[in-house]
């Protein structure tokens, strides 16, 4: 079965502070993106890259980077986290059928 | 624009009676389209996954219809049970761009 693992599933931290979410899938598969939750407005998404070197933009792509060096890995950087970016953040994945598979989730707080 | 609407943002009904989510979509070229659930404070769980080739997808209690044309699919749910309290969120797959949009989800509330 797919898995997929984010970590931290935790962090508070503060303005201006580079931190990386990594992303990580046991299965080889070739899609993987990022998604952002918030009260009200929904999972929209940031990122999503279909191989590896490949990385596209999604919906809410501004103060975010992603890397696709490697197909399992597919970590998100903040380079300069704001307050506007605390947030509830899932990585998902597009199995067999393309059904996708998601992460725990990764709650970020930024001061 | 692309969007995922789902309506009504919240249902309370009492348990054992059957239920229908609604999810619409604007642009009707869709690769396909999937229903998840979210616990409170967890992540989302994939119920359904249905091809746009197809008509419906059926797991267990639940039974998920598409009908591009009118840019609609519909979650069923037969014998409500409290377990199934939870978010219910579509999401559409555009294959001309790869993107995924996501409705904003139905808080579902089944009485014992």
């Known amino acids: 079965e797919a898995q997929v693992t984010q970590n931290p599933r935790y962090l508070i931290t503060v303005t201006g502070k580079k931190l990386t979410v990594t992303c990580s899938q046991n299965?080889?598969?070739?899609?993987m993106s990022w998604y952002r939750q918030d009260p009200g407005l929904g999972l929209r998404q940031i990122y999503y890259s279909m191989n590896v070197e490949v990385t596209d933009k999604g919906d809410v792509p501004e103060g975010y980077k992603v890397s696709r060096k490697e197909k399992r890995n597919f970590p998100l950087i903040l380079e300069s986290p704001s307050p506007n970016q605390t947030s509830l953040y899932f990585c998902?994945?597009?199995?067999?059928?393309?059904?996708?598979?998601f992460g725990p989730g990764t709650r970020l707080t930024v001061l | 624009k692309q969007e995922v609407t789902q309506i009504p943002a919240a249902l309370s009904v009492p348990e054992g009676e059957n239920l229908v989510l609604n999810c619409s979509f604007t642009d009707s070229a869709i690769y396909n389209l999937q229903w998840f659930r979210q616990d409170p404070g967890k992540g989302l769980t994939s119920l359904l996954l249905?091809?746009?080739?197809?008509r419906e997808q059926t797991s267990g209690r639940l039974n998920a219809s598409l009908d591009k044309s009118s840019g609609r699919s519909t979650l069923y749910i037969a014998a409500s049970q409290p377990g199934d309290s939870a978010t219910y969120l579509c999401a559409v797959e555009y294959g001309r761009d790869d993107k995924i949009i996501f409705g904003k989800g139905t808080r579902l509330h089944i009485l014992p």
């Open positions: 249905i091809q746009s080739s197809q």
């Open positions: 299965m080889n598969h070739e899609y």
């Open positions: 998902a994945i597009l199995g067999l059928g393309n059904e996708q598979f």
